[in-house]
Protein backbone atom coordinates (compact mmCIF):
# COMPACT_ATOMS: atom_id res chain seq x y z
CA UNK A 1 0.00 0.00 0.00
CA UNK A 2 0.77 3.54 -1.35
CA UNK A 3 1.88 6.40 1.19
CA UNK A 4 -1.52 8.88 2.38
CA UNK A 5 -1.13 12.50 1.90
CA UNK A 6 -3.39 15.28 1.25
CA UNK A 7 -2.64 18.43 -1.40
CA UNK A 8 -3.68 21.92 -0.48
CA UNK A 9 -3.95 24.46 -3.11
CA UNK A 10 -5.42 27.89 -3.67
CA UNK A 11 -4.11 30.26 -6.33
CA UNK A 12 -4.38 33.10 -8.17
CA UNK A 13 -8.02 33.62 -8.43
CA UNK A 14 -8.60 33.27 -4.92
CA UNK A 15 -11.98 30.80 -5.34
CA UNK A 16 -10.95 28.47 -2.80
CA UNK A 17 -9.26 25.98 -1.31
CA UNK A 18 -8.58 22.98 -3.99
CA UNK A 19 -7.86 19.53 -1.71
CA UNK A 20 -6.56 16.84 -2.86
CA UNK A 21 -6.52 13.22 -0.72
CA UNK A 22 -4.30 10.80 -2.70
CA UNK A 23 -2.45 7.47 -2.09
CA UNK A 24 1.54 7.77 -3.75
CA UNK A 25 3.69 5.55 -4.33
CA UNK A 26 7.17 4.99 -6.47
CA UNK A 27 9.42 7.56 -6.71
CA UNK A 28 9.71 9.21 -10.34
CA UNK A 29 9.88 6.74 -13.56
CA UNK A 30 7.41 4.40 -11.16
CA UNK A 31 5.22 7.42 -9.70
CA UNK A 32 1.92 6.50 -9.34
CA UNK A 33 -1.03 8.64 -7.78
CA UNK A 34 -4.22 7.41 -6.70
CA UNK A 35 -7.05 10.25 -6.17
CA UNK A 36 -9.05 8.75 -3.31
CA UNK A 37 -11.03 11.58 -3.19
CA UNK A 38 -10.78 16.05 -3.78
CA UNK A 39 -13.06 19.30 -2.81
CA UNK A 40 -12.79 22.81 -3.20
CA UNK A 41 -13.71 24.35 -0.08
CA UNK A 42 -14.53 28.22 0.13
CA UNK A 43 -13.14 31.01 1.54
CA UNK A 44 -15.20 33.30 4.17
CA UNK A 45 -16.56 36.04 2.14
CA UNK A 46 -14.63 38.56 4.23
CA UNK A 47 -11.29 36.50 4.36
CA UNK A 48 -11.81 35.90 0.75
CA UNK A 49 -11.89 39.75 0.04
CA UNK A 50 -9.00 40.45 2.68
CA UNK A 51 -7.01 38.09 0.51
CA UNK A 52 -7.67 40.33 -3.13
CA UNK A 53 -6.69 43.40 -1.19
CA UNK A 54 -3.85 42.49 -0.27
CA UNK A 55 -2.56 40.78 -3.45
CA UNK A 56 -4.22 44.35 -4.67
CA UNK A 57 -1.87 46.13 -2.75
CA UNK A 58 -3.20 47.10 -0.09
CA UNK A 59 -0.94 47.87 3.48
CA UNK A 60 -0.93 45.48 5.97
CA UNK A 61 0.34 46.58 10.12
CA UNK A 62 2.69 43.07 10.72
CA UNK A 63 0.18 42.44 13.15
CA UNK A 64 -2.80 42.42 10.69
CA UNK A 65 -0.58 40.33 8.76
CA UNK A 66 0.14 37.41 11.00
CA UNK A 67 -3.43 37.39 11.76
CA UNK A 68 -4.26 37.18 8.21
CA UNK A 69 -1.62 34.01 7.83
CA UNK A 70 -3.18 32.60 10.84
CA UNK A 71 -6.80 32.97 9.44
CA UNK A 72 -5.17 31.12 6.40
CA UNK A 73 -3.49 28.45 7.83
CA UNK A 74 -6.63 27.67 10.11
CA UNK A 75 -8.98 27.10 6.51
CA UNK A 76 -6.02 25.27 4.94
CA UNK A 77 -6.05 23.05 8.15
CA UNK A 78 -9.96 22.95 8.23
CA UNK A 79 -9.88 21.60 4.84
CA UNK A 80 -7.14 19.07 5.22
CA UNK A 81 -9.14 17.46 8.80
CA UNK A 82 -12.69 17.81 6.48
CA UNK A 83 -11.38 15.43 3.57
CA UNK A 84 -9.98 13.20 6.34
CA UNK A 85 -12.48 12.35 8.17
CA UNK A 86 -14.07 11.51 4.05
CA UNK A 87 -11.69 9.02 3.18
CA UNK A 88 -13.00 5.68 2.37
CA UNK A 89 -10.75 4.27 5.60
CA UNK A 90 -9.35 4.82 8.67
CA UNK A 91 -6.02 4.85 7.16
CA UNK A 92 -3.21 7.10 8.49
CA UNK A 93 -2.10 10.15 6.35
CA UNK A 94 1.32 10.64 6.96
CA UNK A 95 1.78 14.35 5.62
CA UNK A 96 -0.11 17.80 4.32
CA UNK A 97 1.68 19.19 1.22
CA UNK A 98 0.32 22.75 1.49
CA UNK A 99 0.98 25.88 -1.11
CA UNK A 100 -0.30 28.33 0.58
CA UNK A 101 -1.92 31.07 -1.00
CA UNK A 102 0.28 33.84 -2.92
CA UNK A 103 -0.51 37.10 -2.02
CA UNK A 104 2.82 38.27 -3.56
CA UNK A 105 5.77 37.00 -6.38
CA UNK A 106 8.02 39.38 -7.79
CA UNK A 107 10.20 37.02 -10.02
CA UNK A 108 14.53 38.12 -10.43
CA UNK A 109 15.15 40.91 -11.90
CA UNK A 110 17.88 40.47 -13.79
CA UNK A 111 19.57 37.59 -14.93
CA UNK A 112 22.89 37.89 -12.53
CA UNK A 113 23.12 36.40 -9.35
CA UNK A 114 22.67 38.81 -7.28
CA UNK A 115 19.01 38.88 -7.71
CA UNK A 116 16.85 36.96 -6.33
CA UNK A 117 13.30 36.37 -6.71
CA UNK A 118 10.38 36.41 -3.95
CA UNK A 119 7.48 35.35 -3.59
CA UNK A 120 4.99 35.28 -0.23
CA UNK A 121 2.34 32.70 0.66
CA UNK A 122 0.62 32.82 3.77
CA UNK A 123 -1.06 29.99 5.37
CA UNK A 124 2.46 28.89 7.16
CA UNK A 125 3.06 25.20 6.93
CA UNK A 126 3.77 25.16 11.06
CA UNK A 127 0.30 26.17 11.90
CA UNK A 128 -1.36 23.58 9.53
CA UNK A 129 0.93 21.14 11.06
CA UNK A 130 -0.34 22.12 14.84
CA UNK A 131 -4.10 22.79 14.35
CA UNK A 132 -4.64 19.69 11.73
CA UNK A 133 -2.20 17.28 13.78
CA UNK A 134 -0.81 16.04 10.07
CA UNK A 135 3.45 16.66 9.13
CA UNK A 136 2.99 19.72 7.02
CA UNK A 137 5.28 20.32 3.98
CA UNK A 138 4.98 24.04 2.63
CA UNK A 139 6.49 27.06 1.46
CA UNK A 140 7.78 25.21 -1.67
CA UNK A 141 9.02 28.17 -3.71
CA UNK A 142 12.17 29.23 -1.52
CA UNK A 143 13.90 26.92 -2.18
CA UNK A 144 14.17 27.43 -6.18
CA UNK A 145 14.32 31.08 -5.79
CA UNK A 146 17.35 30.65 -3.69
CA UNK A 147 18.92 28.91 -6.56
CA UNK A 148 18.20 32.04 -8.64
CA UNK A 149 15.08 30.40 -10.26
CA UNK A 150 12.01 31.99 -10.77
CA UNK A 151 10.31 30.18 -8.27
CA UNK A 152 7.23 29.02 -10.70
CA UNK A 153 6.18 27.44 -12.46
CA UNK A 154 6.79 24.39 -9.53
CA UNK A 155 4.80 21.49 -11.56
CA UNK A 156 6.59 20.75 -14.76
CA UNK A 157 8.59 17.70 -13.10
CA UNK A 158 5.38 16.39 -11.70
CA UNK A 159 4.19 16.72 -15.12
CA UNK A 160 6.94 15.07 -17.03
CA UNK A 161 6.29 12.21 -14.42
CA UNK A 162 2.44 12.08 -14.62
CA UNK A 163 1.67 12.92 -18.55
CA UNK A 164 4.96 12.50 -20.32
CA UNK A 165 4.80 9.99 -23.16
CA UNK A 166 7.48 7.99 -24.90
CA UNK A 167 6.18 9.19 -28.57
CA UNK A 168 4.46 12.24 -28.43
CA UNK A 169 5.63 15.36 -27.64
CA UNK A 170 2.84 17.19 -25.63
CA UNK A 171 2.05 20.41 -23.93
CA UNK A 172 0.12 20.26 -20.72
CA UNK A 173 -1.64 23.74 -20.06
CA UNK A 174 -2.72 24.82 -16.37
CA UNK A 175 -5.47 27.49 -16.58
CA UNK A 176 -5.73 29.20 -13.31
CA UNK A 177 -5.71 32.74 -12.46
CA UNK A 178 -2.22 32.62 -14.08
CA UNK A 179 -1.60 30.21 -17.19
CA UNK A 180 1.22 28.15 -17.17
CA UNK A 181 2.28 25.57 -19.59
CA UNK A 182 5.04 22.45 -19.14
CA UNK A 183 6.23 21.29 -22.61
CA UNK A 184 7.03 17.90 -22.34
CA UNK A 185 8.81 16.01 -25.70
CA UNK A 186 8.58 12.57 -26.60
CA UNK A 187 10.69 10.41 -24.59
CA UNK A 188 12.15 8.45 -27.67
CA UNK A 189 15.30 10.24 -29.25
CA UNK A 190 17.00 10.65 -25.99
CA UNK A 191 19.80 8.62 -24.38
CA UNK A 192 18.61 8.84 -20.95
CA UNK A 193 15.47 10.22 -18.35
CA UNK A 194 18.17 12.43 -17.41
CA UNK A 195 18.46 14.18 -20.54
CA UNK A 196 14.70 14.15 -21.33
CA UNK A 197 14.29 15.39 -17.94
CA UNK A 198 16.72 18.32 -19.35
CA UNK A 199 14.91 18.76 -22.34
CA UNK A 200 11.61 19.68 -20.40
CA UNK A 201 10.37 22.79 -20.72
CA UNK A 202 7.82 25.49 -18.36
CA UNK A 203 7.10 28.75 -18.25
CA UNK A 204 3.93 31.48 -17.19
CA UNK A 205 2.00 31.99 -20.54
CA UNK A 206 0.37 34.80 -18.82
CA UNK A 207 -3.60 35.48 -17.57
CA UNK A 208 -5.60 32.34 -17.93
CA UNK A 209 -8.21 33.64 -15.74
CA UNK A 210 -7.67 36.62 -13.74
CA UNK A 211 -8.66 39.28 -15.75
CA UNK A 212 -12.14 38.08 -16.87
CA UNK A 213 -12.77 36.85 -13.44
CA UNK A 214 -11.60 40.34 -12.16
CA UNK A 215 -13.96 42.00 -15.41
CA UNK A 216 -16.74 40.30 -13.80
CA UNK A 217 -16.47 41.04 -11.00
CA UNK A 218 -16.40 44.66 -11.93
CA UNK A 219 -19.06 44.65 -14.64
CA UNK A 220 -21.66 43.18 -11.59
CA UNK A 221 -20.13 44.94 -8.28
CA UNK A 222 -18.99 41.66 -6.86
CA UNK A 223 -22.32 39.93 -7.36
CA UNK A 224 -20.72 37.22 -9.85
CA UNK A 225 -16.90 35.80 -9.75
CA UNK A 226 -16.05 34.37 -12.87
CA UNK A 227 -17.60 33.86 -16.61
CA UNK A 228 -19.39 30.53 -15.84
CA UNK A 229 -18.91 28.51 -18.74
CA UNK A 230 -17.57 31.78 -20.55
CA UNK A 231 -21.62 32.24 -21.34
CA UNK A 232 -21.26 36.37 -21.15
CA UNK A 233 -17.76 36.22 -23.25
CA UNK A 234 -19.75 34.18 -26.12
CA UNK A 235 -21.83 36.93 -26.53
CA UNK A 236 -19.55 39.15 -27.48
CA UNK A 237 -17.63 39.87 -30.60
CA UNK A 238 -13.75 39.86 -30.56
CA UNK A 239 -12.10 43.19 -30.86
CA UNK A 240 -9.02 42.36 -33.02
CA UNK A 241 -7.28 45.71 -32.63
CA UNK A 242 -7.68 45.91 -29.22
CA UNK A 243 -6.27 42.26 -28.13
CA UNK A 244 -3.48 42.65 -30.35
CA UNK A 245 -2.53 46.20 -28.58
CA UNK A 246 -2.29 44.01 -25.20
CA UNK A 247 -0.42 41.49 -26.87
CA UNK A 248 2.03 43.78 -27.50
CA UNK A 249 2.93 43.70 -23.31
CA UNK A 250 6.74 43.10 -22.70
CA UNK A 251 5.70 39.84 -21.04
CA UNK A 252 4.43 38.55 -23.80
CA UNK A 253 7.75 38.58 -25.76
CA UNK A 254 9.56 38.12 -22.92
CA UNK A 255 11.84 34.55 -23.13
CA UNK A 256 11.57 31.70 -20.95
CA UNK A 257 11.69 31.26 -17.79
CA UNK A 258 9.55 33.34 -16.72
CA UNK A 259 6.79 34.09 -14.63
CA UNK A 260 3.96 36.64 -13.10
CA UNK A 261 0.79 37.42 -11.33
CA UNK A 262 -1.53 39.45 -9.86
CA UNK A 263 1.05 42.06 -9.51
CA UNK A 264 1.53 42.89 -13.24
CA UNK A 265 -1.80 40.97 -14.71
CA UNK A 266 -3.95 42.97 -11.91
CA UNK A 267 -6.90 45.54 -11.45
CA UNK A 268 -4.26 48.28 -12.72
CA UNK A 269 -3.76 46.54 -15.89
CA UNK A 270 -7.61 45.58 -16.23
CA UNK A 271 -8.32 49.23 -15.43
CA UNK A 272 -6.42 50.31 -18.41
CA UNK A 273 -8.30 47.30 -20.71
CA UNK A 274 -11.37 49.01 -19.45
CA UNK A 275 -10.56 52.02 -20.87
CA UNK A 276 -9.71 51.38 -24.45
CA UNK A 277 -12.43 49.09 -24.47
CA UNK A 278 -14.61 52.25 -23.72
CA UNK A 279 -12.39 54.53 -26.26
CA UNK A 280 -13.90 51.90 -28.46
CA UNK A 281 -16.85 51.88 -27.97
CA UNK A 282 -17.16 48.04 -27.08
CA UNK A 283 -20.10 46.40 -25.11
CA UNK A 284 -19.36 44.57 -21.69
CA UNK A 285 -19.52 41.79 -23.52
CA UNK A 286 -16.87 42.43 -26.06
CA UNK A 287 -14.45 43.26 -23.53
CA UNK A 288 -15.18 40.00 -21.79
CA UNK A 289 -14.84 38.59 -25.02
CA UNK A 290 -11.34 40.09 -26.12
CA UNK A 291 -10.26 39.30 -22.33
CA UNK A 292 -11.08 35.92 -22.92
CA UNK A 293 -9.41 35.88 -26.75
CA UNK A 294 -6.26 37.66 -25.15
CA UNK A 295 -6.12 34.16 -23.12
CA UNK A 296 -6.28 31.92 -25.61
CA UNK A 297 -4.20 34.08 -28.11
CA UNK A 298 -0.87 34.44 -25.46
CA UNK A 299 -1.08 30.69 -24.82
CA UNK A 300 -0.85 29.44 -28.63
CA UNK A 301 1.12 32.57 -29.56
CA UNK A 302 3.81 31.57 -26.65
CA UNK A 303 3.49 27.82 -28.42
CA UNK A 304 4.82 29.45 -31.75
CA UNK A 305 6.95 31.74 -29.84
CA UNK A 306 9.09 29.73 -27.64
CA UNK A 307 9.02 26.18 -28.19
CA UNK A 308 11.26 24.15 -30.57
CA UNK A 309 8.32 22.23 -31.93
CA UNK A 310 4.71 22.69 -31.65
CA UNK A 311 3.01 19.92 -29.37
CA UNK A 312 1.71 16.42 -30.58
CA UNK A 313 -1.76 17.17 -28.23
CA UNK A 314 -2.07 19.82 -25.44
CA UNK A 315 -3.95 18.86 -22.32
CA UNK A 316 -5.67 21.40 -20.15
CA UNK A 317 -6.34 22.04 -16.41
CA UNK A 318 -7.37 24.34 -14.48
CA UNK A 319 -10.61 26.40 -13.95
CA UNK A 320 -10.06 27.52 -17.39
CA UNK A 321 -10.96 23.81 -18.68
CA UNK A 322 -14.72 24.31 -17.82
CA UNK A 323 -14.58 27.55 -19.93
CA UNK A 324 -16.27 26.56 -23.35
CA UNK A 325 -15.75 29.89 -24.87
CA UNK A 326 -12.46 29.91 -23.63
CA UNK A 327 -12.20 26.30 -25.11
CA UNK A 328 -13.20 26.91 -28.15
CA UNK A 329 -11.03 30.11 -29.32
CA UNK A 330 -7.70 28.13 -28.04
CA UNK A 331 -8.74 25.07 -30.24
CA UNK A 332 -9.14 28.08 -32.98
CA UNK A 333 -5.66 29.48 -32.47
CA UNK A 334 -4.19 25.72 -32.00
CA UNK A 335 -5.65 24.44 -35.54
CA UNK A 336 -5.65 20.40 -35.67
CA UNK A 337 -3.87 19.79 -32.54
CA UNK A 338 -5.75 17.90 -30.42
CA UNK A 339 -7.09 19.87 -26.93
CA UNK A 340 -8.18 17.42 -24.14
CA UNK A 341 -8.49 17.39 -21.10
CA UNK A 342 -5.96 16.10 -18.09
CA UNK A 343 -8.57 13.90 -17.08
CA UNK A 344 -9.01 12.07 -20.32
CA UNK A 345 -4.89 10.76 -19.53
CA UNK A 346 -6.02 9.52 -16.04
CA UNK A 347 -5.05 13.17 -14.04
CA UNK A 348 -8.23 15.13 -12.93
CA UNK A 349 -8.08 18.44 -14.23
CA UNK A 350 -10.14 20.50 -11.82
CA UNK A 351 -7.08 18.95 -8.67
CA UNK A 352 -4.19 18.59 -10.85
CA UNK A 353 -2.64 21.68 -8.84
CA UNK A 354 -3.55 19.83 -5.58
CA UNK A 355 -2.32 16.64 -6.38
CA UNK A 356 0.97 18.16 -7.65
CA UNK A 357 2.10 19.74 -3.88
CA UNK A 358 1.13 16.27 -2.94
CA UNK A 359 3.73 15.03 -5.35
CA UNK A 360 5.90 17.50 -4.08
CA UNK A 361 5.90 16.87 -0.35
CA UNK A 362 6.48 13.68 -1.02
CA UNK A 363 9.79 13.93 -2.65
CA UNK A 364 11.14 16.75 -0.15
CA UNK A 365 10.04 13.44 2.19
CA UNK A 366 11.93 11.11 0.38
CA UNK A 367 14.67 13.95 -0.11
CA UNK A 368 14.12 14.15 -4.16
CA UNK A 369 14.58 17.03 -6.45
CA UNK A 370 11.11 19.00 -7.04
CA UNK A 371 12.04 21.47 -9.65
CA UNK A 372 13.05 21.74 -13.59
CA UNK A 373 15.94 24.49 -13.70
CA UNK A 374 15.25 24.59 -17.19
CA UNK A 375 11.21 25.85 -16.01
CA UNK A 376 12.24 27.82 -13.29
CA UNK A 377 15.87 29.19 -14.06
CA UNK A 378 17.61 28.10 -11.31
CA UNK A 379 20.60 26.89 -10.74
CA UNK A 380 20.37 23.53 -9.97
CA UNK A 381 17.35 21.26 -9.27
CA UNK A 382 16.45 20.51 -5.39
CA UNK A 383 14.03 19.22 -2.95
CA UNK A 384 11.45 21.58 -2.44
CA UNK A 385 9.21 22.96 0.98
CA UNK A 386 9.74 22.70 4.37
CA UNK A 387 8.75 20.16 6.94
CA UNK A 388 6.96 20.92 9.80
CA UNK A 389 6.50 17.81 12.47
CA UNK A 390 3.07 16.83 13.61
CA UNK A 391 3.03 17.71 17.39
CA UNK A 392 3.58 15.02 19.33
CA UNK A 393 0.98 13.24 21.37
CA UNK A 394 3.12 13.30 24.26
Excluded at 128 to 157: E, Y
Excluded at 349 to 373: H, Q
Aim: aromatic share 8%; glycine share 10%.
Amino acid sequence: MGMRAIGLMSGTSVDGIDAALVELSGTETDLEVKLLRSETFDYPAALRSQILAVCAGESLSMAAMAQLDDAIAREFAAAAKTIQTAQPDSQPIRFIGSHGQTVFHRPPQTADEQSLGYSLQLGRGSAIAHWSGITTVSNFRVGDLAMGGQGAPLVPRVDAYLLGDEQECRCVQNIGGIGNVTYLPARRGFANLTAWEGAVWGWDTGPGNVLVDLAVQHLTDGAQTFDRDGAWAAQGQISDSLVAQWLADPFFSQEPPKSTGREHFGPDWLARSRQAAIALGLSDADWLASLTELTARSIADSYRNHLPQLPDRVLVCGGGSRNRTLWARLQQHLGSIPLETTDQWGLCASSKEAIAFAVLGYWRLLDRPGNLPAATGARQSVPLGEVWPAPSAG
